[in-house]
């Protein structure tokens, strides 16, 4: 049975791609800092810090040995807070980075080789920030960080069939708005679900069930 790994799943965008997936009969596997399933029917959950290598890694082997190589991976993780470049901190920044960046660095590099030397699989993630904003300094450093290692992984794990490739959103998320998790969600399963000869290395959503 295929597989999806969520890491960063929480109660927006996460619990709504798990639930698009499980739509599809894909067994589901969720990691959060919580370790909760977030009340999805057979969903299985795992707990890590996206910032605590070790945690991170063991959770993705512990996701492994109960569903096997996945089908998808889903980085979803990132922490989102206003903070300007007048208010930098190095602890801050790092942090900050560690999450929204090297937490996806660190499970492609887990879990890339194997979907690599099985032919095929999906790679995504969440991106945000289309223009840079002042007030978010760290989330634009982070997003943009993101776009960059998207290519990365790309180059090294693409030509061996993995689909590596984020969703921008470009907006709050919030239910009923044209920012809704379950309409960002379509873009993951499009995503995944492209055919290699017309594979996107980025989605962007404006807005709205259309993106």
């Known amino acids: 049975m295929p597989g999806v790994v969520v890491i960063g799943a929480g109660p927006g965008i996460g619990r709504s791609v798990a639930r698009r997936f499980a739509k599809e009969g894909m067994e589901v596997a969720l990691v959060s800092r919580s370790g909760t399933t977030l009340d999805l029917d057979g969903a299985r959950a795992y707990r890590a810090d996206s910032a605590d290598e070790d945690e991170l890694r063991a959770a993705l082997d512990a996701a492994a040995a109960d569903l096997g190589t996945p ?15 007048a208010e930098a901190s190095m602890r801050t920044h790092l942090g900050t980075w560690a999450v929204n960046v090297v937490g ?15 032919g095929g699989g999906s790679f995504l993630i969440t991106g945000g920030m289309p223009e840079p904003k002042a007030a978010y300094t760290s989330l634009s450093l982070g997003k943009a960080g993101v776009r960059t290692l998207v290519d990365l992984l790309g180059e090294q794990w693409g030509p061996s069939g993995v689909h590596v490739a984020s969703v921008t959103v470009a907006g709050p998320v919030a239910p009923g708005t044209d920012f809704d998790p379950d309409d960002i969600a379509e873009h993951y399963w499009r995503l995944h679900t492209q055919p290699r000869s017309r594979w996107d290395r980025e989605v962007v959503h404006g807005g709205g069930a259309g993106g």
């Open 71 to 85: 089908d998808v991976v889903v980085y979803n993780a990132a922490v989102i807070r206003p903070d300007t470049p």
């Open 104 to 118: 996806a660095l660190i499970t492609a590099a887990h879990v890339a080789p194997a979907m690599a030397r099985r």
